[in-house]
Nanobody
Framework: EVQLVESGGGSVQAGGSLRLSCAPS????????MGWFRQVPGKEREGVAF???????TYAESVKGRFTISGDVFKNTLYLQMNSLKSEDSAMYYC??????????????????WGQGTQVTVSS
């Protein structure tokens, strides 16, 4: 079964930057939409950023102007450049892709493939 592998998480001081990466463990169908989500314990998962085949991007209000999503929907590779990080950005970050199953962008249903998560911790 295809899995997405994330990297790039870690600990950083407020105002710093991190770049998350995501790639599939094996080739799979091209996606229509890919995205990053984050979750902190006790809270619902939040959609952070999305990108579709046309390169159209969508961001949560809380990260607009600070985060940039990029990637290749045909290779299912995905990146998230995070700048000007704040303590409230601390969370487990997950990448996900639809794997060719259209569920909207941003999605209105679960993406098909998910990563295992990478922790981002921002200290103030």
């Amino acid at each position: 079964e295809v899995q997405l592998v994330e990297s790039g998480g870690g600990s950083v001081q407020a105002g710093g930057s991190l770049r998350l990466s995501c790639a599939p463990s094996q080739d799979t169908d091209a996606s229509f939409c890919m995205g990053w989500f984050r979750q902190v314990p006790g809270k619902e998962r939040e959609g952070v950023a999305f990108i579709d085949r046309d390169g159209v991007t969508t961001y949560a209000e809380s990260v607009k102007g600070r985060f940039t999503i990029s990637g290749d929907v045909f290779k299912n590779t995905l990146y998230l450049q995070m700048n000007s990080l704040k303590s409230e950005d601390s969370a487990m970050y997950y990448c996900a892709v639809d794997g060719g199953v259209w569920v909207g962008c941003p999605p209105s249903a679960e993406f098909y493939f998910w990563g295992q998560g990478t922790q981002v911790t921002v200290s103030s």
